[in-house]
């Protein structure tokens, strides 16, 4: 299995909070993605990481950063937690960017915004 | 955006059943991959599929790319209870660093 942490696993923030997910991996793969999981909408790209210090918006950027000083990390930043941000959060890592490279992903975080 | 329509949504079966379920677009992707995912983890890739009309075979499964690289299928023989999870596929169009494009997934529970 690939070597990615995602913490904390599980979170309960009120709204309006600043939130921040960690992604940690051991493999030192160049591309990193946060992703969430919402029923009815599969997985949809928040933001992505070409490497230290580069990064770019996905398709639900809103309300979302990111920053990357370190290959190993990948940092997702919920500025004002909004109940419309109640989901489940997945990191995933590619090793390189090519019409066939998988992903792989850590376990989630479930963050609960109320 | 593309669009990744995966049907049926919900699945439930008995062991030792056949079945299949379908991913389809109206796009033409460079690839597609399919994932399974279980309760409390993250999605595991299956299978990735590249040439169009090309068919993989995963023991007990069996993936296949349309021949106009727009849709796909999985075709499970003999399920089992391990079989049990969420399936998505996800197509690349131009290799780009955001170029997955995610199903919303088929839900599959084989009843022992």
């Known amino acids: 299995d690939a070597g990615i942490t995602q913490s904390p696993r599980h979170k309960v923030t009120e709204t309006g909070t600043p939130v921040t997910l960690r992604c940690h991996q051991t493999?030192?793969?160049?591309?990193m993605y946060w992703y969430r999981q919402d029923p009815g909408h599969g997985l949809r790209l928040i933001h992505y990481?070409?490497?230290?210090?580069?990064?770019d918006k996905g398709e639900v950027s809103d309300g979302y950063s990111v920053s990357r000083s370190k290959t190993e990390d990948f940092l997702l930043t919920l500025e004002s937690a909004t109940s419309s941000q109640t989901s489940v959060y997945f990191c995933?890592?590619?090793?390189?960017?090519?019409?066939?490279?998988?992903?792989?992903f850590g376990n989630g975080t479930r963050l609960t915004v109320t | 955006t593309q669009l990744l329509e995966q049907s049926p949504q919900f699945l439930s079966i008995q062991e030792g059943e056949n079945l299949t379920v379908y991913c389809n677009s109206s796009s033409v992707f460079s690839s597609l991959q399919w994932y399974r995912q279980e309760p409390g983890e993250g999605p595991v890739l299956l299978v990735t599929?590249?040439?169009?009309?090309e068919v993989k075979k995963l023991k007990r499964l069996t993936f296949q790319f349309g021949d106009a690289r727009k849709d796909s299928s999985l075709h499970i023989t003999a399920a089992q209870p391990g079989d049990t999870g969420l399936y998505l596929c996800a197509g690349a169009e131009r290799g780009g660093a955001d170029g997955l494009t995610f199903g919303k997934g088929t839900h599959l529970i084989i009843q022992p």
């Open positions: 599929v590249v040439t169009g009309g």
């Open positions: 995933a890592i590619s090793e390189a960017v090519s019409y066939n490279s998988p992903l792989h």
């Open positions: 493999e030192n793969h160049r591309y």
């Open positions: 990481s070409y490497g230290v210090k580069d990064t």
